[in-house]
């Protein structure tokens, strides 16, 4: 197993296998993997709590409203979507080193990430020994949860020996009260309304004490917006995947067995690899590589999410899986490799 060149020789150093076809038990060697783009959708949700309140019998009798809290339910509305992109190591493109015993010459030499993404792989003592640093995460613009001061439970009233009619009353004649200072501090207190800071106190204060008072009639609805997640790894055979469902009482359930409408996500590559005449899958999975490794040329694709039939996002972006694998043969070399798509970026001979 030993090729001549002028002027010296090269021993297969190793010899890269597809990961499936390894025989069990095989240690002299190691695995490598290729990343794929796995899409992270970070589904922005706004969750509306109803909540009844203890009086709202009497509702419609002391405030003539029909608009109050009958029973609890929580309600679910879809605002937004963001998308961003994180590597992670591809089972399809997965190999397996399996370096030779050979006395004296040069050695192989791989650097790998925790995960097995390849990071660079050399024969030899190529012209720079160049350092690779650490990958640096990109940290992407978190969408945080919007914070409410509003709480769910309601003002605490004197019940002892009262009825729930008594309470309604009493809570009745404590909001028309509330109503008429206020009214008393816009039209009556001049002096008051030329200090705007004091006005503005005192008429937040009041207006808290009528909505606390009236909650215990109409119910409260408490609202928050909370980020829902879902991983999507897009795939070169099916176009169109399903990955999510949303409903307004169930709110967002990842896969397809939930209730709701269906979120689909759609990628469409740009065919910017198509022109190159690359090996099959099946010759990738069936042939061994002697002192040659597998890398990527990436694609671009255009990804939709879509939610009932509407478009919520549309992006360009560089889909790994859905490139072009070949091999690149070593020959005193250093070949340098991006983690996050990888493609071979760098190359050093000696």
């Known amino acids: 197993m030993a090729l001549t060149f002028v002027g010296g020789s090269l021993r297969a150093q190793f010899t890269t296998t597809f990961a499936k076809n390894v025989n069990p038990g095989q240690q002299n060697g190691l695995y490598y993997s290729l990343p794929q783009t796995m899409l992270k959708l ?35 509305q879809l ?42 792989v050399g024969i030899g003592d190529p012209a720079e020994n160049e350092e690779i640093k650490p990958l640096t995460k990109m940290e992407m613009p978190k969408c945080c949860p919007e914070k409410t001061d509003e709480k769910t439970g309601f003002i605490g009233l004197m019940s002892a020996g009262k009825t729930n009619a008594q309470l309604a009353k009493e809570v009745a004649d404590r909001i ?24 503005n106190a005192m008429y937040q204060k009041l207006d808290e004490m009528e909505k606390e008072y009236t909650s215990l009639l109409l119910g409260k609805r408490v ?16 176009a169109m995947q399903t990955v999510a469902k949303f409903s307004e009482t169930d709110g967002l359930t990842v896969g397809t067995g939930g209730k709701g409408n269906m979120i689909t996500v759609q990628t469409l590559p740009l065919n910017t690899t198509a022109a190159i005449n690359a090996p099959s899958q099946s010759a990738v999975e069936s042939i061994s590589y002697e002192n040659k490794v597998f890398y990527r040329l990436p694609e671009m694709a255009n990804v939709r999410v879509v939610f009932d039939g509407r478009t919520l996002l549309e992006e360009r972006l560089i889909v790994n899986q859905l490139g072009v694998l070949l091999t690149a043969p070593l020959s005193n070399a250093k070949l ?7 493609q071979i970026v760098n190359m050093r001979t000696k």
């Open 223 to 238: 609202s928050k917006k909370v980020v829902k997640t879902v991983y999507v790894i897009p795939n070169k055979e099916v």
């Open 42 to 76: 970070d589904f922005l949700i706004e969750e509306t709590e109803f909540v009844k309140g203890p009086l709202s019998d009497y509702a419609s009798k002391y405030l003539e409203l029909e608009d109050y809290v009958e029973y609890e339910t929580t309600e679910f």
């Open 79 to 120: 605002l937004d979507v963001k998308m961003s992109t994180e590597a992670c190591p591809d089972p399809s493109a997965t190999f397996f080193v399996a370096l030779a015993t050979v006395r004296g010459g040069n050695k192989a030499q791989f650097d790998l990430l925790p995960n097995g993404i390849i990071r660079s």
């Open 176 to 199: 028309e009260e509330v109503r008429k200072a206020k009214f008393y501090l816009i039209s009556g207190d001049v002096e008051m309304a030329q200090n705007p800071e004091t006005f």
């Open 336 to 342: 340098v490799f991006d983690p996050e798509t990888g």
